[in-house]
């Protein structure tokens, strides 16, 4: 099957950092969306996430796998992150996927990432199935790799310190040894109520299989074990990877609702013609799906449940307000910023509603309301309503506009 590989990013735990991703998808639809969380210090494009994620897609499953915050090609502060904060990142994510119309049915953690989304599930409703690679048992696991009990003391003494993990170093902080250590895995698979498969080495000499037996004694069934025999930690040999999604695929099968039922719109469409922006296409896979490319991102629309649409995106409307709600607050921010006035954070609520039902001639109405944080006078509060007016999109939306529509067959 044809996949394709997107760039994008959203928001971490932080509500600042941007977190770098990648989403690899089947052409032509989906069977369900699975979120990857790789393993400690590790990165999006490790071998293992970058191979399974592939072979997911090629067997028909979108794939988003990302950098925690501090990590790979994401923003923010390594130093500042500890386990927590990396089962928020995950929920960020899956909260990014669900925005797009794509909420995700499946978790893969490997290694702490597995302990991550182990805790992580019972926070994104979607999920229905969590499958764990070479996962420990117990976060605090990890604290072996700080280099031993000197260098602990070390950033017990000084509140952090540097520490070389595979080649690369990084800043261990108190706080993220102070978090791992309160962390009960037992307490997540008692709560998890969804299906767990695990994937384990049994010669995996960084996290040994004895931590898989604890994990499935602790879980609840459903539940299942698979051996990976002669791999590696990293499963740096392609062919266990593929080996991982091919039984993971398979076994997942099993608790999503059919090949279709529960399956996001396709993220992929036509290439924009040369001369448009915008290509909006059906596809094929829901009674009014639909799949939009603008530029180098994918979206999808649909209607509601109530309407016969499966509500796998925003509807039409809800684009439309989008588009000005993001423009005003766009706008606000560049003459913010140019003035140097403090406004704090910037939010748009936006509705839209029929002026009068029984005379279609009288049109509708866009209701918008602003919010700014930063303490603003009266002055500055009047120019930011007459800026917010003067935004690109108001401008179109209230000026005469004219619609050229050409049908080819």
Request: glycine content about 10%; some cysteine.
């Given at each position: 099957?044809?996949?394709?590989?997107?760039?994008?990013?959203?928001?971490?735990?932080?509500?600042?950092?941007?977190?770098?991703?990648?989403?690899?998808?089947?052409?032509?639809?989906?069977?369900?969306?699975?979120?990857?969380?790789?393993?400690?210090?590790?990165?999006?494009?490790?071998?293992?996430?970058?191979?399974?994620?592939?072979?997911?897609?090629?067997?028909?499953?979108?794939?988003?796998?990302?950098?925690?915050?501090?990590?790979?090609?994401?923003?923010?502060?390594?130093?500042?992150?500890?386990?927590?904060?990396?089962?928020?990142?995950?929920?960020?994510?899956?909260?990014?996927?669900?925005?797009?119309?794509?909420?995700?049915?499946?978790?893969?953690?490997?290694?702490?990432g597995g302990a991550a989304v182990l805790a992580a599930a019972g926070h994104i409703p979607s999920v229905k199935a969590v499958a764990t690679i070479g996962a420990p048992a117990d976060p605090a696991h990890v604290a072996h790799l700080v280099g031993g009990t000197d260098k602990e003391k070390a950033i017990r003494d000084h509140g952090s310190a540097e520490i070389e993990i595979a080649g690369r170093t990084f800043t261990i902080s108190s706080q993220f040894l102070d978090d791992i250590a309160v962390q009960n895995v037992a307490r997540n698979l008692a709560n998890l109520k969804r299906a767990l498969l695990i994937f384990h080495a049994p010669r995996d000499n960084v996290v040994g299989i004895d931590n898989a037996a604890a994990i499935f004694a602790a879980a609840k069934h459903p539940k299942s074990f698979v051996s990976l025999d002669d791999a590696d930690h990293l499963l740096s040999r392609s062919a266990d990877a593929t080996y991982v999604a091919d039984v993971l695929a398979a076994w997942a099968g099993r608790y999503i609702d059919g090949e279709e039922a529960t399956a996001p719109a396709p993220v992929s469409a036509p290439p924009v013609p040369e001369g448009y922006s915008v290509m909006v296409a059906e596809t094929g896979t829901g009674a009014f799906t639909q799949s939009v490319r603008a530029g180098r991102h994918l979206l999808t629309a649909d209607e509601p449940e109530r309407v016969g649409g499966n509500d796998r995106g925003p509807g039409p409307h809800a684009y439309l307000l989008a588009g000005l709600g993001a423009?005003?607050?766009m706008t606000l921010r560049m003459y913010a910023r140019r003035k140097e006035w403090d406004i704090g954070r910037i939010s748009v609520a936006l509705a839209i509603a029929v002026i009068d039902r029984d005379n279609p001639k009288a049109g509708s109405r866009i209701t918008r309301r602003i919010v700014v944080a930063g303490p603003l006078d009266a002055e500055q509060r009047e120019k930011l309503l007459e800026i917010a007016n003067k935004c690109p999109v108001h401008r179109t939306l209230s000026n005469p506009l004219e619609i050229a529509t050409e049908l080819e067959g």
């Open positions: 099957m044809s996949t394709t590989s997107e760039k994008v990013e959203f928001i971490g735990h932080d509500g600042a950092s941007r977190l770098a991703a990648r989403l690899d998808t089947p052409e032509g639809g989906a069977r369900a969306v699975a979120l990857f969380a790789h393993c400690f210090t590790c990165s999006k494009d490790i071998r293992a996430a970058s191979r399974i994620a592939g072979a997911l897609a090629a067997r028909g499953f979108a794939v988003l796998r990302f950098d925690f915050t501090g990590l790979g090609a994401s923003e923010g502060e390594f130093a500042n992150t500890n386990f927590t904060s990396n089962v928020q990142d995950l929920v960020a994510a899956a909260e990014f996927l669900g925005s797009r119309g794509q909420p995700p049915q499946i978790l893969v953690g490997h290694s702490l423009c005003t607050s």
